[in-house]
């Protein structure tokens, strides 16, 4: 069970950080992500680890409360023709 939680947390924290540029709420995604692996690492006994995944997530919904969707780059569109 705790190597399935490690796996997708890590999954989807790599997914959101990826996408965090489309959208603000990937960032809220990511924050989320980060205190999953960081619960994971306390289950695992890896508890510097976790410290460093919490202080992530910190920084993570720092970043997601002082962005609002006017600051973040727009997306390209690419019309055929």
């Known amino acids: 069970m705790m190597t ?10 790599v997914t959101a950080y990826a ?5 603000r709420r ?5 924050a989320v992500a980060c205190v999953t692996t960081s ?3 306390i289950g ?3 508890w510097l ?5 919490f202080i992530w997530a910190g920084i993570a919904l720092q970043r997601f409360l002082s962005t609002n969707s006017v600051t973040l780059p727009e997306r390209r ?3 055929s023709g």
């Open 4 to 13: 399935t939680l490690g796996v997708v947390a890590a999954a989807v924290m």
């Open 19 to 23: 996408l965090e540029s489309r959208d």
């Open 26 to 30: 990937w960032i809220a995604v990511f």
């Open 39 to 41: 619960v994971y690492a």
């Open 44 to 46: 695992t006994g890896s």
């Open 49 to 53: 680890f976790a410290i460093l995944e």
């Open 77 to 79: 569109t690419f019309s």
